[in-house]
């Protein structure tokens, strides 16, 4: 198993950047897929983006991709969103979330979650 806990989430200016951060625990994390998603007040929780459990490859939403970077350190069990040019429609509760095996764009794929954080996007 793994737990997870996301960080760095807050109130920004539109056009403005947040690195949000998830640490898990656990040995085998390095076997895991990891994924952001989001969910904004009365709306589904959405993919944003993924990364491979050895960092190779990544995955973007359309609505994310060239502005939000996924990165991860093995070494330091954390996964990391960069998210730049921050707009208000980004503003939502963000989770990470892992799962051993292939990668997959669905929330209901996933089986270990962290308890989110708040990004908020004034305009």
């Known amino acids: 198993q793994v737990q997870l806990v996301e960080s760095g989430g807050g109130l920004v200016q539109a056009g403005g950047s947040l690195r949000l951060s998830c640490a898990a625990s656990g040995r085998t994390f390095s076997s895991y897929v990891m994924g952001w998603f989001r969910q904004a007040p009365g709306k589904e929780r959405d993919f944003v983006a993924v990364i491979s459990s050895s960092g190779g490859s990544t995955h973007y939403a359309d609505s994310v991709k060239g502005r939000f970077t996924i990165s991860r350190d093995n070494s330091k069990n954390m996964v990391y969103l960069q998210m730049d040019s921050l707009k208000p429609e980004d503003t939502a509760v963000y989770y990470c979330?892992?799962?051993?095996?292939?990668?997959?764009?669905?929330?209901?794929?996933?089986?270990?979650w962290g308890q989110g954080t708040q990004v908020t996007v004034s305009s």
């Open positions: 979330a892992g799962r051993r095996g292939l990668i997959y764009t669905v929330p209901h794929e996933y089986d270990y």
